[in-house]
């Protein structure tokens, strides 16, 4: 698959999948409790491995299907994704309801290794295959008006417990400021490991903006629209003070409740290890997206 953008984390950075499976296997029976001295804290910028499937499948937040960790890997599979129309609307040239087919017509398809960081100071590295954003909206025509994007996910109530809980109000709803949605890091991910996206991890097209809180990247989306006004987003709307619309990775701005200074990379029992939080999740070339905020005030 072709790379246009630059990458820190690149194709030699993936192990092929089985011995991935059996990393940890491996390394407990070759390095044994020596390896443990060295498993303190990294930084990001050396943790370049992606996490295993099992890892990337069974370690979510997908609340249709329930607030723990493992509910959306144990309550996913009910979800329905075969026939998937994405509605386009707004303000827009070509809007519609496109099949998954005519959405990525025409569009590169490519694999994108991306640091994926949870405001609940958890992060996992995680090689995703997917689409720019910008190239589906230079394609449907976005007209002088728009200024932000809003995405919306599929409600299956029949098919999702958190749903019929109502654990938050659905549909799950997030946006992005338009500049931010025409940056080329910003995705529409459809596949992880060279596999359609599994069900837990938002199948079959997700959203995916690496340099913010993992909230803003909206899974099992449905709608896209191109919006004059700030969209409202859930987290944002359940708490402002906790959750900004904006919501970049920032370790020196600390959620009300605890430390975003630091997190915890998923997997490696043992030797999973506790690094650095960095500005913008690592991705430092956003920056100039912001000039002129205060991301202390502006989060
Ligand atoms: N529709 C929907 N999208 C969602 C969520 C959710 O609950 N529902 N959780 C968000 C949060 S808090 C995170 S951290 C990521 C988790 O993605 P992952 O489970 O693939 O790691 O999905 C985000 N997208
Ligand atoms: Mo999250």
Redo the contacts with the bound molecule.
Sequence with gaps: MAYRWKNDLTPADVTPKAAFLNRRQMIAGTAGLGAIAVAGKVSAQDALEPNTLEE?TT??????FGTGKTD?AQNASAMVIDPWKVTVDGLVDKPGEYSLADLAEGLTTEERIYR?R???AWS?V?PWQGFELADLLTKVGVQSGAKYVAFE?VVQPENMPGVRRGV?DF??L?GLRLDEAMHPLTIMATGLYGEPLPK???API?LVVPWK????????VVKISLVAEEPKT??NDINASEYGFYSNVNPTVDHPRWSQSSERRIGGGLFSSRQDTLMFNGYDEVASLYDGMDLSKDF
């Design positions: 990337i370690y979510n937040n997908f609340y249709e959306p994926f949870c405001v609940e996992m995680v996910t938050i549909p799950y997030e837990s991890t938002g997700r809180y993992g909230f803003k990247s909206i899974k099992s859930t987290w």
